[in-house]
T-cell receptor, first 111, second 115 residues
Framework: DAKTTQPTSMDCAEGRAANLPCNHSTISGNEYVYWYRQIHSQGPQYIIHGLKNNETNEMASLIITEDRKSSTLILPHATLRDTAVYYCIVRVKAAGNKLTFGGGTRVLVKP | EPEVTQTPSHQVTQMGQEVILRCVPISNHLYFYWYRQILGQKVEFLVSFYNNEISEKSEIFDDQFSVERPDGSNFTLKIRSTKLEDSAMYFC?????????????FGPGTRLTVT
């Protein structure tokens, strides 16, 4: 699986959009970008995934650059409960494929 | 919404003892996984399991570890002779077989403390 690079930490104001960047310059054509988050030692939680088109669901939006070498997760209106470690993971979309977690970005949403 | 459950939430054991961590995956899921997270470190993959067989295992998953699906609902991780360095949060996860995103759903974890 391709390696990803994320900032170690970032702060965000409550109610504002949080934009979380991820670099994956060695991504292969058949690899998807997945985002998970982990709230205070709870189990990781799936957020969203995409291949090359922008994706949106009830939790977030995912913007992938045209060359697919980087992406941004957008939390449109951050709340205090969005404080967590966010992981960007690149993997081939296949049944049973493991997730390889890096260090992630520690996001602190402040009032 | 269906969720993965794990028991116990916290297990304390003495070095050298056997422990069994239990998980109930989401009912229609067919792939099962164990991950662990040592305090302050990354989440690490241990093993994946499908059709009553191990699909993949990491180098962490040595002969001291085993997994089993003893019945139609439970999925267990056994550590035969625990070491101090086995102290960690252990997360179970499951995923569907049919194509969508193959996203994995995680349980709340079992905190294992080896003394």
């Amino acid at each position: 699986d391709a390696k990803t690079t994320q900032p170690t930490s970032m702060d965000c104001a409550e109610g504002r959009a949080a934009n979380l960047p991820c670099n994956h310059s060695t991504i292969s054509g058949n690899e998807y970008v997945y985002w998970y988050r982990q709230i205070h030692s709870q189990g990781p939680q799936y957020i969203i995934h995409g291949l090359k088109n922008n994706e949106t669901n009830e939790m977030a939006s995912l913007i992938i650059t045209e060359d697919r070498k980087s992406s941004t997760l957008i939390l449109p209106h951050a709340t205090l409960r969005d404080t967590a470690v966010y992981y960007c993971i690149v993997r081939v979309k296949a049944a049973g494929n493991k997730l390889t977690f890096g260090g992630g970005t520690r996001v602190l949403v402040k009032p | 919404e269906p969720e993965v459950t794990q028991t116990p939430s916290h297990q304390v054991t003495q070095m050298g003892q056997e422990v069994i961590l239990r998980c109930v995956p989401i009912s229609n899921h067919l792939y099962f996984y164990w991950y662990r997270q040592i305090l302050g470190q990354k989440v690490e993959f241990l093993v994946s399991f499908y059709n009553n067989e191990i699909s993949e295992k990491s180098e962490i998953f040595d002969d001291q570890f085993s997994v089993e699906r003893p019945d139609g609902s439970n999925f267990t991780l056994k550590i035969r002779s625990t070491k101090l360095e086995d102290s960690a949060m252990y997360f179970c996860a499951s995923s569907e077989l049919r194509e969508r995103g193959y996203e994995q759903y995680f349980g709340p974890g079992t905190r294992l403390t080896v003394t």
